[in-house]
């Protein structure tokens, strides 16, 4: 008993611990600059998580406890491993399994207890395993449209909403009759796939142009669905590290949607993303003025000030180390050179940041948008790599566009406009951009990383 004793207070010990690195983690990646250190005091965090629990006296056999580890490692090595483009939908698939996980557990927990359940215990396990099963499903729907193995455009029908809300209102009522009654197991199936059914169902009406913050509002679900989990195993770990995420992801996604001027009902009911025929079909007619890159080397190099403004563009393309050379080549010739950095570009939450980090891009020279846009007056060249709708002026003065409103990089104020653009097809928000059609816009039609490139090589052969 001595020993078991003494046992369970060095695990404690370690979670304890574990528990302030955790909370170390979140606070110091909330900075580029001290980023790296809070994924290392995240990961030592969960190495000793996983110690401490392995040291549990209750496993009486480790056989499957290292098959599972020896599949994880094997799934979660190569998971890892992919390129930065694909980072969204593996931060998706990782909601994932999290939240597959919590719900695993939870229809283990009520098996194993029913009908001996207390109402406090039922009323979280039923939390735990509804939010577990429209995370799972949802961060599948939302990895799918990442991936473009869905269409990223909203997939709506008639009468969806009320569908969604009859579906809760479903599992919910399940709920609360098994909390009543914890006999009726027949109930708790009803309520896994109601929930599987209604993350589908909530995720495939949002469109792309969302997902950075449906990717928050997933996190914040699977760690909630955790923290619940961790009353239901009497893990306090599990409550603090569920409540860090659920929180965090809260807070981001509320950051997001005021990034864009919309509440969390528009987000998840307005079906955004949807394409404007009347737009689309009109805007070949507009005369555009273009440049090649030796043009725009000339343009850049003339400037006193440069702001680059990356999106997804550059991501697909993965033109970050390109970008490096010409902030490289730009700041040698006396240019001083800047990085604008609007928080929902791209397809997650700070998405441009880790790709500019990536690239070795020093972190005093990414500023966030409010920072910035009082700046733009005073700029020389503002280059677009890829960024559409966080830059569209219709937001600011078109009453009738869906992204009126949105906070936008007033880039159309600088002296000088150039776009790096494969095409003058429309970003996520499907809808046509003014700023292309400005006198003071050029646009450099191409591959990002190949125009980038050309651009870099210009400057070089100028001296």
Not at 126 to 149: N, W
Not at 232 to 249: E, P, Q
Not at 261 to 280: C, D, E, M
Not at 378 to 405: K, Y
Request: with cysteine; charged share 15%.
């Amino acid at each position: 008993m001595t020993e078991f004793a003494g046992s369970q207070y060095l695990i404690e010990i370690v979670y304890l611990i574990a528990s302030a690195l955790f909370i170390l983690s979140l606070k110091w990646m909330s900075s580029p600059a001290t980023a790296r250190h809070g994924i290392l005091a995240g990961e030592i965090g969960m190495v000793l998580a996983i110690a401490g629990t392995l040291l549990n006296r209750g496993i009486v056999d480790y056989k499957w406890i290292i098959i599972g580890l020896v599949l994880g490692s094997g799934i979660g090595i190569p998971l890892g491993m992919v390129q930065m483009t694909a980072v969204p939908q593996r931060t998706a698939l990782s909601h994932a399994f999290g939240a597959l996980c919590v719900t695993l557990v939870g229809t283990a927990e009520f098996y194993l207890r029913s009908p001996n359940v207390p109402k406090f215990m039922m009323s979280v396990l039923s939390m735990e395993v509804i939010l577990g099963g429209l995370t799972f499903t949802g961060s599948l729907m939302a990895a799918g449209k990442l991936q473009e193995i869905l269409p990223q455009r909203p997939i709506t029908y008639k009468g969806q909403n009320l569908v969604n809300f009859l579906l809760f209102v479903v599992a919910i009522g399940s709920a609360v009759y098994l909390v009543l009654n914890p006999g009726a197991k027949v109930f708790f199936p009803v309520i896994v796939g109601v929930s599987l059914i209604f993350g589908v169902l909530l995720v495939i009406p949002i469109g792309g142009a969302d997902m950075p913050t449906v990717i928050s509002l997933l996190n914040s679900y699977a760690g909630l669905s955790a923290a619940a989990m961790g009353f239901v195993l009497n893990s306090k770990l599990l409550i603090i590290a569920g409540a860090l995420d659920g929180s965090s992801g809260l807070i981001l996604s509320i950051i997001m949607s005021k990034a864009m001027n919309r509440s969390f009902t528009n987000v998840l009911f307005g079906a955004f993303g949807q394409v404007q025929a009347s737009v689309a079909a009109g805007q070949e007619a507009k005369p555009v003025r273009s440049a090649t890159a030796e043009e725009a080397a000339a343009i850049l190099s003339a400037a006193n000030k440069v702001v680059i403004v990356p999106g997804y563009g550059m991501a697909v393309a993965q033109a970050q180390h390109k970008v490096r050379e010409l902030y490289d080549a730009l700041t040698k010739k006396g240019v001083e050179v800047r990085f604008a950095i609007h928080p929902v570009a791209g397809r997650m939450p700070g998405h441009m940041n880790v790709l500019l980090a990536e690239a070795d891009i020093p972190y005093d020279r990414l500023i966030e948008m409010d920072e910035i846009n009082g700046d733009f007056p005073q700029t020389d060249v503002a280059l677009v790599i890829g960024a559409n709708d966080v830059t569209n002026p219709a937001a600011r003065t078109d009453q009738s566009s869906p992204i009126f409103g949105m906070p936008i990089l007033d880039v159309d104020k600088a002296h000088t406009v150039m776009v790096i653009k494969r095409s003058m097809n429309p970003g996520f928000a499907g809808i046509d951009n003014p700023l292309y059609y400005l006198e003071n816009t050029l646009m450099l039609f191409g591959d990002a990383k190949q125009f980038v490139g050309g651009i870099v090589r210009e400057l070089a052969g100028g001296h």
